[in-house]
């Protein structure tokens, strides 16, 4: 007889893979805690709950990573992608939903799966050995389950928050103004010598960054998600808040560095960069975590000398967020390295958004489902947003700086080092057609061996 998969969380991540897992034959609980145990950010009992924003973002799936992500978990198939599909609403480019009856749908479509079944109820502790399982419990994980796995993982390499500093396309960073080293030029090898570029700043740019930064918008914590932010992530607006030097003496300051292009002029601050990816096409502006919201915050880092024209792969944040350090916890099938009977899916793996936790949730799935069949997954291309999130979480994000990703086009191998600002475009669809063509290869590997 077929081992049943147990799924705890029936979440984005959680109700995608057991459709997935289902849906290749093998039987799955589903154990989620809501009604009964609820989320300060949860509002009903469906299974995949939007919890804020309705939509899924872009769809454009020839110029944006997110778009091609949708548009690889609808060739695979995908519940949340498909259920989406039947209760769109106009948002122009975007693919936005009515959300409860999105939900419903989704609940009922798992609810009338002859493979499926759920029970409801918190799980607080790991399952035994004999039990496959994948925790896709997201980002407000209960206390007992969280306990439980900071007890196996370590409490350092699970997370209850997140402290993002903005991530920036390292193609789109001015280095006619930046230069690369690292502060006193500390590091043993060439790699820990060029991790980190540097922006430089006299004391009128300074000043004037200090006070945008006082006079941007902030975003305020939700209500029930105390800050519980300590000394050490403090935002910088809260630092620059503190004293106008504060920040000068803290990320800002410019000891231990010589600006290439004027190595007469000692700069009055110094904002660094550090490399972010094995692949350096993402570099992290370091210690700047923040709360100031999206528009301001972009208008804020672009007065920095260097980041005039920065592209953002991402933006900073600070949440309530339950994520496992999960270059280090995870192999490349998403299990844990010292339970592999466990795999994680989802939000809690340290990717962030609706999509990209639906996205790990399916290949959980298929690994999950794949592995209690007998079969060899071939590994997924990462080439492919699916594959190029999944290398960057296993294994392509530096360990000591891990925090949750959305896709982008900086995860994926470049495919043309030298086209510059000005073929973005045509680049994209490069990517684009490139990820097409190994997903539709990687499904279609995977479904030949199912019918072997
Ligand atoms: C306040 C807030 C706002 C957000 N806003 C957005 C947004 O606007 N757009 C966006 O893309 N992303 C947003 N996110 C991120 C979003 O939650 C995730 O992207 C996505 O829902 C994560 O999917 P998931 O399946 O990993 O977790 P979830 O969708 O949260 O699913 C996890 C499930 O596990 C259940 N669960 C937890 N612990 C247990 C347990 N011990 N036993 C059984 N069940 C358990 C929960 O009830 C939940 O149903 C937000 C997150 C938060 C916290």
Same mark, same amino acid.
Do not use: S, W
């Given at each position: 007889m077929t081992k049943t998969l147990h799924i705890i969380g029936g979440g984005m991540a959680g109700s995608e893979a057991a459709w997935q897992a289902a849906n290749a034959g093998v039987p799955v609980v589903i154990h989620e805690m809501r009604p009964t145990v609820e989320t300060f950010a949860h509002r009903t009992g469906h299974l995949a709950e939007m919890v804020c924003s309705n939509s899924f973002r872009s769809d454009d799936d020839e110029q944006n990573a997110v778009g091609l992500l949708h548009w690889e978990m609808r060739q695979a198939n995908g519940l949340i992608m498909n259920t989406a599909q039947a209760h769109r609403l106009p948002a122009g480019g975007a693919l936005a939903v009515d959300r409860d009856p999105f939900a419903a749908d989704v609940t009922a479509r798992i609810m009338a799966h002859p493979l499926i079944t759920v029970e409801y109820g918190e799980i607080n502790a790991l399952p035994p050995e004999d039990q496959p399982t994948i925790i896709a419990t997201g980002p407000l994980t209960s206390e007992g389950l969280g306990g439980a796995i900071a007890a196996e993982t370590g409490q350092d390499a699970l997370a209850f928050f997140d402290a993002i500093a903005p991530i920036v396309y390292h193609e789109s960073i001015n280095m006619d103004v930046a230069w690369m080293q690292s502060r006193y030029d500390k590091g043993e090898t060439e790699e820990e010598r060029t991790a980190y570029l540097n922006c430089p700043m006299t004391k009128d740019q300074y000043e004037a960054f200090i006070d945008a930064l006082l006079a941007a918008d902030k975003t305020e914590f939700h209500e029930g998600e105390t800050a519980g932010y300590?000394?050490?992530?403090?935002?910088? !607006?809260?630092?620059? !808040?503190?004293?106008? !030097? =504060?920040?000068?003496?803290?990320?800002?300051?410019?000891?231990?560095? =010589?600006?290439?292009?004027?190595? !007469?002029?000692?700069?009055?601050?110094?904002?660094? *960069?550090?490399?972010?990816?094995?692949? &350096?096409? *993402?570099?992290?502006?370091?210690?700047?975590? =923040?709360?100031?919201?999206? &528009?301001?915050?972009t208008a804020v880092l672009k007065t920095i000398p260097g980041l005039e024209d920065a592209s953002f792969a991402r933006l900073g944040g600070i949440h309530r967020n339950t994520f496992l350090n999960s270059p280090t916890l995870l192999d490349d099938q998403m299990r844990l390295k010292s339970q592999p009977h466990i795999r994680f899916a989802g939000q809690i793996t340290g990717v962030e958004g609706y999509v990209e936790s639906a996205a790990m949730g399916l290949l959980a799935g298929r690994m999950a489902a794949a592995e209690i069949l007998g079969e060899t997954l071939p590994a997924v291309p990462d080439t492919t947003a699916m594959g190029a999130l999944l290398t960057h979480i296993t294994g392509g994000a530096e360990a000591k700086t891990f925090q949750p990703m959305n896709v982008n086009f900086g995860l994926f191998p470049p495919v043309d080092a030298k086209g510059g600002r000005r073929n973005r475009k045509t680049r994209y669809k490069i990517y684009t057609d490139r990820a097409k063509a190994d997903w539709a290869e990687w499904l279609g590997e995977r479904e030949s061996l199912a019918a072997e």
């Open positions: 300590f000394d050490g992530c403090l935002p910088i !607006e809260v630092m620059a !808040e503190r004293g106008r !030097e =504060t920040l000068r003496f803290g990320p800002m300051k410019p000891v231990g560095l =010589t600006n290439q292009h004027q190595p !007469e002029v000692k700069p009055y601050a110094v904002v660094q *960069l550090r490399r972010d990816n094995k692949l &350096g096409t *993402l570099y992290n502006i370091v210690g700047f975590q =923040t709360k100031m919201k999206y &528009g301001a915050q």
